[in-house]
């Protein structure tokens, strides 16, 4: 695209001014507010706040609420801030998981849930994850109970996976993974969810 | 300076009302394929140019234009919905978000109709053209109604497989075979104009102020041509930036195809083109074949994802609302009519239609689906901005144009034909009200929820909402 590497002429400038202050309208006023409510806010010709906001919501700096009047920040804001610092994990919720190790005899990777984002905050040195797949299907873990569950890593691997909620805001804060062969997980003895239930909990003590 | 909204946010879903379908998977490519082979480019610019010139003789041109404002306008009334909502039932979901439910089921009927037929009308065209293509090449394999028939079966199962599969897989062959098709033809047109020489045609430039009646006619056959740019709306939910991609697309398979249609028509109406209507090249027979192919593969996508929306609503049976674990797409809807799709045109064959006119009156019938639920949305869009409080004059203005024209098409359209193909329009869309007011009676509920699209969900919210 040839008109990306003009420079801004005439009306530009305050084209871009006004967007940006059309975003931080939106910021300030908080989810559902109208597209009438940001252009009396800001003195803006109504053409103009809904011609600004159209494209917004094209680039998806802003979404649509679902009376598709109100508007509030998209998820690509996210993108404007820097990105949040990973969260140390305590020395203590180390040890929790070296002991889960000791005992059982699979992989055991414990991994940080912060604004959607999974980061593998202790992975097992002696079952390095494969590729991505691990992390993948922890981003998909919801915020729907503590109960162990169980999926496929490929045709030969699996893993048990048990959601940590945090014990000071109630927040899902981290995941604990156990991984080994298919056959093993499909049917797990109850020592290995016992074993997992126990550091579990101990873990909700030490995450945030 | 600061404004805090009065009323409390509305409630976000935590999954989308449409989950299930293979949400923001599409990139602008893939969009633009489903709207270009809807249109089908290739087999309008081999049939079209002698229709409008029918009509309007040397002035078949500015026919055209006229076409193809009224398209661009259409194209404005869809997008002002596809840049604010993504849904797989398009036209019928956003009818509902400006005039209600009980013309959004119009407008839902009429393009299944529209849809459904224009898919069968497609596949027809498409084993008429192979069959032609077959017969130029003396390869006489047996009469000719078998092999139209035998096209349209086997050209039917494959669209099955690829709508079964996805767009992601379909995407690739329908871009590949369009721009296949389109550069046949464009050669071949290119040819014609070469042999003609540099200096322009002014017979056909000059102004018609003396023909605009037969200008205004031959519009009706050009505006046929560009039937079908408006589906990649039903890829919205699928799109990865659906408010910008789908939007475009619509708009630039307008642009496109005008242009295309604009240089075939100039090319036939050429001196040199000869007067008897141009004969196209076998291979060209060939290129309409695919073209067409390609356009039942899209006309099947919208009219499942149509179906899908109307059964998560339970307008339909909710069955149609589910889709397959893997391959993400409508498969119950699929199953269902797609064999309708093959078997009609193949019983109408059966029965002694000469498939000829069994094509010529598919294409007729749907464009009145596709009319009617143009001039419904084009009548939605300005209450739909009314409606969320951002309503300015431009909308009004194309509304003000566009209904008109769209409705003066339509009756033109039924004046031109026998009574035949309108009243068995009337009939279906008479059946589908029959079928809203059983329902309304029946499940108020489902009738309630007409509109269904992708809706912004929590995790699309920055910050993501507690739950």
């Known amino acids: 695209m040839s008109a990306e590497a003009l420079p801004l002429s005439g009306r530009q400038p305050r084209a871009v001014r006004n967007a940006l202050s059309v975003l931080q309208q939106v910021a300030r006023a908080g989810p559902g507010v109208t597209a009438k409510e940001i252009s009396a806010g800001l003195r803006l010709a109504p053409a103009t706040t809904y011609r600004l906001l159209n494209v917004l919501v094209e680039e998806e700096y802003l979404v649509r609420m679902p009376d598709l009047r109100g508007f509030a920040l998209g998820r690509r804001v996210s993108n404007l801030a820097p990105p949040r610092p990973v969260p140390e994990v305590p020395a203590a919720a180390h040890a929790v998981v070296a002991r889960l190790r000791e005992r059982v005899r699979f992989g055991v990777h414990l991994a940080g849930l912060t604004d959607g984002l999974v980061h593998l905050t202790d992975p097992d040195p002696d079952h390095p994850p494969a590729d991505g797949g691990l992390l993948r299907e922890l981003a998909r873990i919801r915020d729907d109970g503590a109960a162990v569950r169980r999926f496929a890593l490929g045709p030969h691997q699996a893993c048990l996976v048990r959601p940590v909620h945090s014990a000071a805001n109630g927040r899902l804060a981290a995941a604990l993974a156990v991984c080994g062969t298919a056959g093993r997980m499909e049917a797990p003895d109850d020592g290995l969810i016992h074993q997992l239930n126990v550091s579990a909990d101990e873990l909700t003590l030490l995450v945030v | ?52 010139r029918a009509d309007t003789g040397v002035f078949a041109v500015w026919s055209v234009a006229l076409a193809t404002v009224l398209a661009l306008l259409v194209a404005a009334c869809v997008r002002t919905f596809s840049r604010r909502m993504a849904a797989p039932g398009a036209l019928y979901s956003f009818t509902a978000k400006g005039l209600g439910p009980a013309a ?36 006489s394999l047996g009469p000719p109604q078998l092999i139209v028939a035998a096209v349209v079966l086997a050209t039917g199962t494959l669209v099955a497989y690829f709508l079964l599969r996805g767009v992601r897989l379909s995407a690739g062959l329908t871009l590949c075979l369009e721009a296949a098709s389109i550069v046949l033809a464009l050669t071949f047109f290119v040819v014609l104009l070469v042999r003609h020489g540099a200096r322009p045609d002014m017979r056909q430039l000059t102004p018609p102020t003396s023909a605009l009646g037969p200008v205004m006619a031959g519009a009706l056959p050009a505006f046929a041509a560009f039937i079908g740019f408006e589906s990649a709306a039903a890829l919205g939910a699928e799109t990865r930036r659906p408010f910008l991609t789908v939007g475009r697309a619509v708009r630039w398979t307008v642009v496109c195809s005008a242009a295309l249609f604009l240089l075939a028509v100039y090319a036939q109406v050429l001196p040199t083109a000869g007067h008897t209507s141009v004969r196209l090249p076998a291979l060209l027979d060939l290129g309409v074949s695919l073209s067409f192919f390609a356009c039942a593969l899209a006309s099947g996508t919208a009219l499942v994802r149509l179906l899908f929306s109307m059964g998560r609503e339970r307008m339909t049976p909710h069955r149609l609302g589910r889709t397959h674990p893997t391959h993400h797409t409508p498969h119950i809807a699929i199953a269902l009519v797609l064999p309708v799709l093959v078997l009609v045109p193949l019983a109408l064959i059966a029965a002694g239609t000469a498939p000829q006119v069994l094509f010529a009156r598919l294409v007729n019938l749907c464009v009145y689906g596709f009319l009617t639920a143009y001039a419904l949305v084009c009548l939605a869009a300005p209450v739909f901005l009314y409606r969320i409080g951002e309503l300015t004059h ?19 359209h039924a004046a031109t034909g026998g009574a035949l193909i309108p009243s068995l329009f009337v009939a279906l869309m008479a059946a589908g009200t029959a079928w809203f007011l059983w329902m309304s009676r ?13 809706e912004t969900s929590a995790a699309d919210v920055f910050p993501e909402p507690p739950r």
Request: charged share 10%; proline share 9%.
């Open chain 2, 1 to 52: 300076m600061s404004v805090r909204s009065t009323a409390p946010p509305p409630l976000l879903r935590g999954h989308s009302p449409v989950g299930g379908l293979d949400r923001r998977s599409l990139g602008p490519l893939p969009v633009l394929a489903q709207s270009v082979s809807a249109v089908a480019p290739t087999a309008a610019m081999a049939t079209t140019p002698g229709l409008v």
């Open chain 2, 104 to 139: 959004a089921f119009c407008c839902g009927c009429a393009l299944l109709i529209g849809y459904g037929v224009l898919a069968m009308g497609a596949l027809t065209g498409s084993g008429l053209y192979a069959q032609q293509f077959l017969a130029r090449l003396d390869l």
């Open chain 2, 394 to 412: 431009g909308p009004v203005a194309v509304a003000v144009l566009s209904v008109p024209s769209l409705l003066a098409v339509l009756l033109a």
């Open chain 2, 442 to 454: 029946r499940d108020p509920a489902s009738v309630g929820a007409i509109g269904v699209y992708d």
